[in-house]
């Protein structure tokens, strides 16, 4: 099976993604992480304003087959958290890369994603 790993992510080990757009850092699980979690039937996000730091679980992903805590693949203030998810879990399943993210993060060390995966290592790691 093939799993949509996009180019301009980077990635942690356990399946966090993180994308820079305009100085914020959105992050999310991957497509893969996704299907193996299954069916996503609850979120527990961060409020805005907490701080996150890299590798520390900032959340809990409940699916039908498991519960998972979600990883930081960055550290940093979490400014926006995706409010959607609350009603509609599933939208993780649907759109893990866009309309499923979880948070945005002011980074704290933007060289910080230098020390993350690439795309084609995460592939190869998921292969």
Request: aromatic share 8%; proline share 6%.
């Amino acid at each position: 099976m093939s799993f949509d790993v996009p180019d301009d992510c980077r990635y942690l080990e356990s399946h966090e993604w993180v994308r820079l757009e305009d100085g914020a850092a959105r992050i999310g699980v991957s497509d893969f992480a996704q299907d193996e979690l299954g069916d996503v039937v609850f979120v527990e996000l961060p409020a805005a304003g907490d701080e996150l730091s890299r590798d520390e679980d900032f959340g809990v992903v409940e699916s039908i087959k498991a519960v998972s805590d979600v990883y930081a693949p960055i550290s940093g203030t979490v400014t926006a958290v995706n409010e959607a998810l609350e009603n509609e879990p599933e939208l993780l399943n649907e759109d893990p890369y866009g309309e499923g993210w979880l948070v945005e993060v002011e980074p704290a060390d933007e060289d910080e994603l230098d020390e993350l995966l690439s795309p084609e290592a995460y592939r190869d790691q998921i292969e």
